[in-house]
């Protein structure tokens, strides 16, 4: 990958340091960073970064936030959200043990923020397992985000010792599943990397839990070793084998929309361009019955107090 340049990236660099907003694409090192800021799409990181989790994969820094939020997290969020012009935006976060309700509620309150600030917004929110508890991601889905992912990021066998202890294979698929039953006009996405050591029928045991879950999106990529302290790649997955699981994935399995490649991440170009189109299709058909019993956007207050 080419270094990032261009006037797009370092308009972008010096608004989220102005801001003091943090992105994922920073803090996690991501290969892709100068190809999405040089064309405007940056994935945003809330409640800090620092995670108080220890998945060894993952460059982001590990601590104990000690309960510190930003309130003013929304607020920065929505100005930069309307000084961009976007109509598409990914908003991720740390995993917050430290707080009572995993930061569901401030996570909520930063994608409604943005909603509101730019109308026809399509709101992408790559979210934490909240430790299974289904009342805090209710509290999340209330923020009115269009597309919710969670990543399983590896096979069953290899969970731990690639993430945390703390997440669990079958917790990331029974919260892909609930999103499901308490909105099911929204979107749901996960992820796998590769070259971790699984085997093949590892992976495709993998996707199909997704699929049965109800995961509609699927990204594959090659997992790369962030520094020398992190899991070392086992194994570099062929352009043809990343084709050759795509293939699986939506014509065997029938996930609507599955971009795989090494570069590929959970927050993808491609991926949000075919999400977009769909969150518009489904938007035009949604019917009445289908969200009576949901909490919308609109009765999301953006004021109401977090629990952290």
């Given at each position: 990958?080419?270094?990032?340049?261009?006037?797009?990236?370092?308009?972008?660099?010096?608004?989220?340091?102005?801001?003091?907003?943090?992105?994922?694409?920073?803090?996690?090192?991501?290969?892709?960073?100068?190809?999405?800021?040089?064309?405007?799409?940056?994935?945003?990181?809330?409640?800090?970064?620092?995670?108080?989790?220890?998945?060894?994969?993952?460059?982001?820094?590990?601590?104990?936030?000690?309960?510190?939020?930003?309130?003013?997290?929304?607020?920065?969020?929505?100005?930069?959200?309307?000084?961009?012009?976007?109509?598409?935006?990914?908003?991720?976060?740390?995993?917050?043990?430290?707080?009572?309700?995993?930061?569901?509620?401030?996570?909520?309150?930063?994608?409604?923020?943005?909603?509101?600030?730019?109308?026809?917004?399509?709101?992408?929110?790559?979210?934490?397992?909240?430790?299974?508890?289904?009342?805090?991601?209710?509290?999340?889905?209330?923020?009115?985000?269009?597309?919710?992912?969670?990543?399983?990021?590896?096979?069953?066998?290899?969970?731990?010792?690639?993430r945390d202890r703390r997440a669990g294979y079958q917790q990331t698929l029974t919260l892909l599943q609930r999103i499901k039953e308490f909105a099911p006009h929204v979107i749901t996405k996960s992820s796998i990397m590769l070259g971790l050591g699984e085997q093949d029928d590892e992976?495709?045991?993998?996707?199909?839990?997704?699929?049965?879950?109800?995961?509609?999106?699927?990204?594959?990529?090659?997992?790369?070793?962030?520094?020398?302290?992190?899991?070392?790649?086992?194994?570099?997955?062929?352009?043809?084998?990343?084709?050759?699981?795509?293939?699986?994935?939506?014509?065997?399995?029938?996930?609507?929309?599955?971009?795989?490649?090494?570069?590929?991440?959970?927050?993808?170009?491609?991926?949000?361009?075919?999400?977009?189109?769909?969150?518009?299709?489904?938007?035009?058909?949604?019917?009445?019955?289908?969200?009576?019993?949901?909490?919308?956007?609109?009765?999301?207050?953006?004021?109401?107090?977090?629990?952290?």
């Open positions: 990958m080419r270094p990032p340049t261009g006037e797009r990236y370092f308009e972008l660099k010096q608004i989220t340091k102005s801001l003091e907003l943090a992105t994922v694409c920073e803090e996690a090192r991501c290969p892709n960073i100068g190809e999405c800021w040089a064309g405007g799409t940056a994935t945003f990181m809330v409640m800090g970064d620092t995670c108080t989790r220890g998945c060894r994969f993952c460059a982001v820094k590990t601590g104990n936030p000690n309960g510190w939020l930003d309130a003013e997290e929304p607020e920065k969020l929505a100005t930069i959200v309307a000084a961009a012009k976007w109509d598409y935006i990914v908003l991720t976060s740390v995993d917050r043990d430290d707080l009572p309700d995993g930061g569901a509620a401030h996570f909520a309150r930063c994608i409604a923020a943005v909603k509101s600030a730019r109308p026809g917004l399509i709101v992408e929110a790559l979210i934490p397992d909240f430790q299974g508890n289904p009342e805090h991601l209710k509290t999340l889905i209330a923020g009115g985000a269009d597309v919710l992912a969670q990543n399983i990021e590896t096979v069953e066998r290899l969970t731990h010792p690639v992976v495709l045991q993998c996707m199909t839990d997704l699929q049965r879950h109800g995961v509609e999106l699927l990204t594959l990529g090659q997992y790369l070793q962030p520094t020398a302290k992190h899991l070392r790649v086992e194994r570099f997955i062929t352009p043809d084998e990343f084709n050759h699981w795509q293939g699986i994935a939506e014509k065997d399995l029938g996930f609507l929309y599955c971009a795989s490649g090494p570069l590929v991440r959970s927050s993808y170009r491609a991926g949000e361009f075919f999400a977009k189109n769909l969150v518009r299709e489904r938007s035009h058909g949604l019917k009445k019955h289908e969200t009576a019993n949901l909490t919308t956007r609109s009765d999301y207050d953006p004021g109401e107090t977090c629990n952290g």
